[in-house]
């Protein structure tokens, strides 16, 4: 079974700090991403990587970065930590190439800033 | 690019009723759409997919979809509910061209005994 396991379930923090989302897929999958899902608005990209080292801007990439040193794990980090990024955050990861390859979600950081 | 709407974000219903959970889609270029599900405290689990061939498919638990190109549609329907049916629903598109999906803004399906 695939398998994407994000470091934390919940998480709180105070506006300014310094954030780190970790997530980690254990199928040797080159593809993973990062999103973001709030009521009313579903899921939105907020980075991806396609290999170690390289990433590319989704959709709402403001106010975070990302780090892939390793192809199993995937970093999401907040620089300073702001209320309006309370929400929860889904990773996923998938093979690339092909017609097409399912993604697998990890369970999700909700992630509470004060 | 593509986007995506589900047009109901609440869908109640009594356990073993039928049910129908509506997406449309926007796209300049062909796609792949998929449906997505949410149970409580989890992750996303893919339910089904259309890639092409036959419009109407067949996923887990029961639930199938029928891709109507025409209508730019992608519904989601069960002939029978349960209770543990109950979750939110997402529905997807993406390029065939890519791996980015982008979803839409999620029905919650509460199914009542």
């Known amino acids: 079974d695939v398998k994407v396991t994000q470091s934390s379930r919940y998480l709180v923090k105070r506006t300014g700090e310094k954030v780190f989302l970790e997530c980690v897929q254990d199928m040797d999958h080159e593809n993973m991403f990062w999103y973001r899902q709030d009521p009313g608005l579903g899921l939105r990209l907020i980075y991806f990587s396609y290999d170690v080292k390289m990433k590319e801007k989704g959709d709402i990439p403001e106010g975070y970065s990302v780090s892939r040193e390793k192809k199993e794990r995937f970093s999401l980090i907040l620089e300073s930590a702001s209320t309006n990024q309370t929400s929860m955050y889904l990773c996923a990861s998938n093979l690339a190439g092909g017609t097409y390859n399912e993604q697998f979600f990890g369970p999700g950081t909700r992630l509470t800033v004060l | 690019a593509q986007s995506v709407t589900q047009l109901d974000s609440q869908v109640p219903v009594f356990e073993e009723a039928p049910v129908e959970l509506r997406c449309n889609y926007s796209?300049?270029?062909?796609?792949?759409l998929f449906w997505y599900v949410q149970y409580p405290n989890q992750g996303l689990q893919l339910l089904l997919k259309?890639?092409?061939?036959?419009?109407l498919v067949k996923g887990i638990n029961g639930f199938e979809a029928e891709f109507n190109k025409s209508q730019t549609s992608f519904h989601l329907r069960k002939p029978s509910v349960h209770i543990s049916d109950t979750a939110e629903y997402f529905c997807a598109v993406s390029g065939i061209s890519g791996s980015r999906l982008t979803f839409g803004e999620g029905t919650q399906l509460t199914v009542n005994p």
């Open positions: 796209s300049s270029v062909s796609v792949y």
């Open positions: 259309y890639l092409s061939g036959s419009t």
